[in-house]
């Protein structure tokens, strides 16, 4: 399973955003649906092997929602339809467990420190410019579960990087040059993609 971790530190934890503004209006969600476009689509369908965990942090209690690519179902390409499943997530009352929106998607109060939790037996990756070079990884470093950890256009708080070095993740780097987020989670399904492909 590859498990991508997107922090949104301005991101809406409120449905109350227009669909016509999604930048303007959500604290930047549409960072987050280009990142599970990235992550989930491909030519003709949708990863099934693949989870993405959306952190928002911008209002007063944080919030996760989970994206399921085995069960995930009405995921287009367009960053309009990803939204609009996002704001139905965001209208579910969110508790400390995870509540269903729509066929695998689901939402939860809480923020990294809960993702990681729940990912203590994956292979904890953190991507930073400054991190081992990726391609110097064997295939036991990236085999098995494993979660990326990336930020967004603000970066990660000293007091995240904490809470990331704390869960014993391993900082790796796609390249001296800064990327968005869904760029990453291209390069790095391609990545692990062409591993597999290897393996065979």
């Given amino acids: ?49 693949v989870c993405v965990f959306l952190v928002l942090l911008g209002g007063e ?25 996002l704001k139905k997530a965001l209208a579910v009352p969110a508790t400390p467990q ?11 109060t809480g923020g990294l420190a809960e993702v990681l939790a729940d990912l203590l037996d994956a292979k904890l990756i953190y991507l930073r410019e400054d991190g081992a070079d990726i391609r110097g990884f064997d295939e036991s470093g990236l085999s098995g579960e ?11 708080t000293p007091e995240e990087e904490a809470l990331i070095e704390q869960a014993g993740a391993r900082v790796v780097s796609l390249g001296s040059t800064s990327l968005h987020a869904d760029h990453c989670i291209v390069l790095l399904n391609w990545f692990l993609d062409t591993k597999v492909f290897m393996q065979g």
């Fill in 1 to 49: 399973m590859r498990n991508f971790i997107v922090v949104g530190h301005k991101a809406t934890t409120t449905p109350n955003f227009s669909l016509e503004d999604i930048p303007g209006t959500s604290g930047r969600l549409d960072i987050l649906c280009r990142a599970v476009t990235a992550a989930f689509v491909i030519s003709h369908g949708i990863r099934k092997d």
């Fill in 146 to 156: 494993a979660a990326f950890i990336l930020g967004d256009h603000t970066g990660m």
């Fill in 61 to 85: 209690v944080p919030k996760t929602i989970r994206l399921v690519g085995e069960t995930l179902r009405h995921l287009n390409p367009d960053e309009r339809t990803t939204a609009a499943l």
């Fill in 98 to 108: 995870w509540a269903l929106s729509t066929s695998g998607i689901f939402v939860r």
